[in-house]
């Protein structure tokens, strides 16, 4: 059984371009979640979905981020027009439920950088 | 709301004595509790969590932790470090009322076993 997949491992974006970051969960898991970690900082959370619905996207920017799960398909994370601050790790979880007692399943993480 | 502490931001132990990684909490209701370990340019594994019952949970890798619910706290231990157990340790909660089903992560804790 693989793991959470999440590519590209890295991305280099140069200011104001687009950054897409693609996660697959683990198979049998529907839930899904986007964090992010700076350098020193311990992982935010950003926005939690299920297949073709956003749950909580309390932790997400309001502007320039966005998620999607669809029915097919990886979870996507888009980033327009980024800036350096947005330079950090995204990782990617998954659960099998939305129970509270569940470990979530963490991706190795895409490495963003802004240039 | 709801929140992580890990006081220490490095801990370091010789190689065969006993290692402690601190961490406290805050939460409204009962806690969900989960340590996890991050190494360098990976995401994170599960190592145990405490949802209900005994106050020691044991986990992977030959670590425990114990719940304390008088110091809000919910150390990892391990009787006997390794060199291979240098790693970031994150601690993190779930649960309490009004949240979503995301993590709450401590800042991590750096952790090297000194061979």
């Known amino acids: 059984n693989a793991g959470v997949m999440q590519n590209p491992r890295h991305l280099v974006r140069r200011r104001g371009q687009e950054a897409r970051l693609r996660c697959s969960p683990m198979?049998?898991?529907?839930?899904v979640y986007w964090y992010r970690q700076l350098p020193e900082e311990g992982l935010k959370f950003m926005v939690y979905?299920?297949?073709?619905?956003?749950?909580?996207e309390s932790g997400m920017p309001k502007e320039r981020f966005s998620a999607e799960f669809p029915k097919e398909g990886p979870s996507i994370l888009r980033i327009q027009q980024v800036v350096r601050g947005d330079s950090a790790a995204y990782f990617c979880?998954?659960?099998?439920?939305?129970?509270?007692?569940?470990?979530?399943?963490f991706g190795p993480g895409t490495r963003l950088t802004v240039t | 709301a709801q929140s992580v502490a890990q006081p220490e931001d490095q801990v370091n132990v010789a190689e065969g004595n006993p290692l402690t990684v601190k961490c406290t909490y805050s939460?409204?209701?009962?806690?969900?509790l989960f340590w996890y370990v991050q190494y360098p340019n990976r995401g994170l594994q599960f190592l145990l969590k405490?949802?209900?019952?005994?106050?020691l949970v044991k986990g992977s890798y030959g670590f425990e932790a114990e719940f304390n619910k008088s110091q809000t706290s919910f150390h990892l231990k391990k009787p006997s470090a390794l060199v291979s157990d240098s790693a970031l340790y994150f601690c993190?909660?779930?649960?309490?009322?009004?949240?979503?089903?995301?993590?709450?992560f401590g800042t991590g804790t750096s952790l090297t076993v000194i061979p």
């Open positions: 993190a909660v779930r649960g309490g009322k009004n949240t979503g089903n995301q993590f709450y």
């Open positions: 979905l299920q297949k073709e619905n956003i749950i909580d």
């Open positions: 979880a998954s659960s099998p439920s939305t129970g509270l007692s569940y470990e979530q399943y």
């Open positions: 939460v409204s209701g009962n806690p969900y």
């Open positions: 405490y949802i209900t019952g005994d106050n």
């Open positions: 198979k049998g898991h529907s839930h």
